[in-house]
């Protein structure tokens, strides 16, 4: 070999051992990146992915209000600013409202759905199968969803959390408050499914404490007054449960109600501190958190939600409007909480 050609092999032979070098560092570059990637889907968040929720109100008072705030601000929390956006909307106390409403989500393709009070859910329920729903501010899930045998979860598409304190709770507080009452009237929207459950539910309880019970119920917002001047007439308390179209109407009930001397309990703060004298009472916004982690763990978790039990509220605290107890002349006991005060000891875990 002459040494022009033993010169032109080394060169060669060094060029290949460059390429060689370099494909094996282009190897282990897209190697890294590949496990950065992996490593990444595999966390609990998951970069640069976002979230789009459809959000149905049914009403705009101050309980779904706060549960449509605590769901937004923990799901952001959780999941990082600008990493999820919210349409939400408010059906204005209109069943065929929240239909639409949930239809044009499932046409946008949206995420999840959070679906806010009963006829919410069950219009989230009807419009799809496929996009997960979550409810929140919903009294009983087997009854919205119709489902005979229910275990706890609703094996579909569907679960969410259940704003409903313990109605046997509710019952021996009325009774502690009033003992020597004769009839309690139960007043509630006849439309409202859960709110049907909820008075079945309590009914026994009363009727064991001695109470006569009579059900007063009104369709809309139309008639509330008629039915509400009814009841106060015959009855020595009324209890309205936790009741959506209650709880948008309380001026009108309150007008009628503390002029005639009659108390109301009520099965939420809201309600109560529109027209009650006292409640069992539980966070909303709380509510609402529970739910965004419930909406964390689908979204970012892949986690099954045919499987995830409905959360029910964890604590509840036995609250009173001060002024309405004075002006009605209703002794409070001890244990309970101005509404507005902060809740301390007096917090059940429930």
Known sequence: MTKTKRIFAGVLAALTMTLALGACGDKTTNTSSKEEVASTASGEQIENKTYSVGVCQLVQHDALDA???????????????????????????????????CNQFVSGNVDLIMANATPALQAAYTATDKIPV?????????????????????????????????????????HELFPDAKNVGLLY??????????????????????????????????????????????????????????????????????PKNVPIVAGEENICSGCGVATLSISYYDLGVATAEMAYDVLVKDADISTMDVRTASATTKKYDKARCEALGVTIPDGYVAIGEEATETADEG
Do not use: R
Request: net charge negative; glycine share 6%.
């Open 67 to 101: 549960a449509t705030k605590g769901f937004q601000d923990k799901l952001t929390e959780l999941v990082g600013e600008g990493n999820v956006t919210f349409d939400v909307q408010n059906a204005q106390g209109d069943s065929a409202n929240c239909t639409t409403i």
């Open 134 to 174: 979550l409810g929140t501010s919903v009294t009983d899930y087997a009854t919205a969803l119709d489902i005979k045998d229910w275990t706890g979860h609703s094996g579909s598409n569907v679960s969410g959390t259940c704003d409903l304190a313990p109605l046997d709770k509710q019952a021996e507080m009325l």
């Open 189 to 258: 929207c006849s439309a409202e499914a859960n709110s049907k459950y909820q008075i079945d539910t309590i009914t026994p309880f009363l009727t064991d404490y001695g109470y006569e019970t009579k059900e007063y119920t009104f369709s809309d917002s139309n008639d509330i007054a008629a039915v509400v001047t009814t009841a106060c007439e015959e009855c020595d308390v009324i209890y309205i449960p936790t009741d959506n179209t209650a709880a948008s109407n309380t001026g009108i009930i309150d007008n009628i109600a503390q």
